[in-house]
């Protein structure tokens, strides 16, 4: 993707020290950025990817989703096929009952977009065959528009709107009106539900730079880089402000309780797309800077605002009027890294190497467990339910590799395709004591942290894990008995 212009910090009016003194930051605090890229007055002056990952990396975005979804709306309004105020039912006479709850039938387009749905949590669950019909299936608890609610399914309805008016996805749609006008080569690849709508609150991926050239849509009313408008100015505007309080307890932030828009979070400097595991775009209008990110910080749950807060005091705080001609970015690759465990390395005092350990009867079904060790790698082979696992890691490093379970859904929801990719480090945080990290960096994110301790002969373990919808077997604490 060539869509950009480039130019250094210096020229954008930002110090190159403050841009590596906000990567610092946010390496030290153990954030884990897949990429950044910062810019100002449309120009790229820094940018960064770890290892993994690239220019070229197609990102899963999850809930930034949302705002793709937001877009195909707005493009529908401008062409005068769809109203804010239409009720969502009437597109849909084959999902609903005879007897639809009036709450459910009173919902409006508007509704959905600024997360004010008639329901409590979202209506469908993975192991729902047609997610859509949930919607209109399931009994409401309040009146829509009269809170606030984070209720994705209400995202999920409208990809099904824009596939029923323009007969085919919403990302197709949104590519022909929007995305091929800003850079992107084809239509992003999306997560589908079981029944095969696209999951519009967390499927799509795109490459960092196809993100930023989508936010930069927003932060210039709906225009690209070309002044061609888009995506209809009244709407964008609309859309980027606060259209219903969402401050739903004593948490305020700079991102909480700001208000919310049509698909977009209000904050207390301009507005954000925001995804699960800090997937972000975060825009600042008045001094037109845009910072984009890729992450999994998935469990960190202060890592967002540190990001916010170490922008602001590096960037945004420090920014002057440069001349933003033409230049060289700022390039920081090297500087990313996966998060290790947060632990002093220790020399381990281990003489189980090999040995096999029974485990306790455990609802996760693990059985037998045998670890072997060396100074630079080690490996774990287990068994689950009869079925031999294989985990291998690094010793204070990362090897990359696969993640022992092949059940995981692919870009259907319950249509597995095989094992995901995955990123392992062990670091002995005690003499007899190893913690190991996990990421599975593939079509999802997700990430597991196991505290291993080999103390009096036995075993024991207690893991914590953060995914959508996965990793669920590793949650929990396992023991053993003594060595077989």
């Known amino acids: 993707m060539d869509y950009f212009e480039y130019t250094s910090p210096e020229n954008a009016g930002i110090d190159s020290g403050e841009v590596t003194g906000f990567i610092n930051d946010i390496e030290n605090m153990g954030i884990c950025f897949h990429s950044f890229i910062l810019l100002r007055h449309g120009k790229i002056f820094a940018e960064g990817y770890e290892k993994h990952f690239s220019k070229d990396y197609k990102h899963r975005l999850y809930s930034i989703s949302k705002t793709y979804t937001s877009a195909a709306i707005g493009c529908l309004i401008g062409e005068g096929k769809l109203s804010l105020d239409d009720k969502v039912y009437k597109f849909?006479?084959?999902?609903?009952?005879?007897?639809?709850?009036?709450?459910?039938?009173?919902?409006?387009?508007?509704h959905l977009l600024m997360m004010a749905t008639p329901f409590d949590e979202t209506t469908?669950?993975?192991?729902?065959?047609?997610?859509?019909?949930?919607?209109?299936?399931?009994?409401?608890?309040?009146?829509?528009g009269s809170v606030f609610n984070y209720d994705t399914s209400g995202t999920?309805?409208?990809?099904?709107?824009?596939?029923?008016?323009?007969?085919?996805?919403?990302?197709?749609?949104?590519?022909?009106?929007?995305?091929?006008?800003?850079?992107?080569?084809?239509?992003?690849?999306?997560?589908?539900?079981?029944?095969?709508?696209?999951?519009?609150?967390?499927?799509?991926?795109?490459?960092?730079?196809?993100?930023?050239?989508?936010?930069?849509?927003?932060?210039?009313?709906?225009?690209?880089?070309?002044?061609?408008?888009?995506?209809?100015e009244n709407y964008v505007n609309e859309a980027i402000k606060p259209q219903i309080c969402n401050l739903e307890n004593n948490e305020c932030s700079p991102f909480r309780g700001q208000g919310y828009g049509y698909k977009i979070w209000s904050t207390s400097r301009g507005f954000a797309f925001l995804g699960m595991g800090n997937q972000l775009a975060i825009c600042f209008p008045k001094e037109d800077i845009l910072l984009v990110c890729t992450s999994d910080d998935q469990g960190n749950g202060y890592a967002r605002?540190?990001?916010?807060?170490?922008?602001?005091?590096?960037?945004?705080?420090?920014?002057?009027?440069?001349?933003?001609?033409?230049?060289?970015?700022?390039?920081?690759?090297?500087?990313l890294h996966l998060a290790m465990p947060v632990c002093t390395p220790v020399t381990p005092d281990f003489k189980a190497n090999g040995f096999t350990y029974k485990m306790l009867e455990n609802k996760y079904g693990f059985d037998n467990i045998t670890f072997d060790i060396s100074e630079t790698e080690g490996t774990m082979t287990y068994y689950r339910f009869g079925k031999k696992k294989v985990l291998n890691f690094g010793i204070n490093?990362?090897?990359?590799?696969?993640?022992?379970?092949?059940?995981?859904?692919?870009?259907?929801?319950?249509?597995?395709?095989?094992?995901?990719?995955?990123?392992?480090?062990?670091?002995?945080?005690?003499k007899d004591k190893l913690i190991l990290r996990i990421y599975v960096i593939d079509k999802y994110f997700g990430n597991t942290t196991m505290n291993v301790s080999f103390k009096d002969g036995g075993l024991d373990f207690k893991m914590r894990s953060t995914a959508e919808w996965f990793l669920k077997e590793y949650r929990g604490y396992l023991s053993s008995e003594n060595t077989l």
């Not at 996805?169 to 539900?193: H, M, N, Q, S």
């Not at 807060?309 to 690759?333: N, Y």
Request: net charge negative.
């Open 305 to 335: 605002e540190y990001i916010f807060d170490f922008v602001q005091k590096h960037i945004v705080d420090t920014c002057r009027e440069g001349k933003c001609e033409s230049g060289a970015p700022l390039l920081l690759d090297g500087m």
């Open 156 to 232: 999920l309805v409208l990809c099904a709107v824009v596939e029923r008016i323009t007969g085919m996805d919403f990302t197709k749609y949104l590519y022909e009106k929007v995305l091929k006008y800003i850079g992107y080569d084809e239509a992003p690849e999306c997560v589908r539900e079981p029944a095969g709508v696209q999951w519009g609150g967390s499927g799509v991926f795109a490459t960092s730079r196809e993100l930023a050239a989508f936010a930069l849509l927003f932060m210039n009313s709906g225009r690209n880089k070309d002044g061609i408008q888009l995506i209809p």
């Open 397 to 430: 490093c990362f090897k990359d590799g696969y993640f022992p379970e092949d059940d995981y859904s692919g870009m259907t929801i319950n249509t597995p395709e095989g094992q995901y990719k995955c990123a392992a480090a062990g670091v002995w945080a005690e």
């Open 124 to 144: 469908y669950s993975p192991e729902d065959s047609d997610w859509v019909y949930t919607f209109f299936n399931t009994k409401p608890s309040h009146r829509p």
């Open 92 to 110: 849909f006479p084959d999902k609903c009952p005879d007897n639809l709850h009036p709450y459910v039938k009173d919902t409006t387009i508007r």
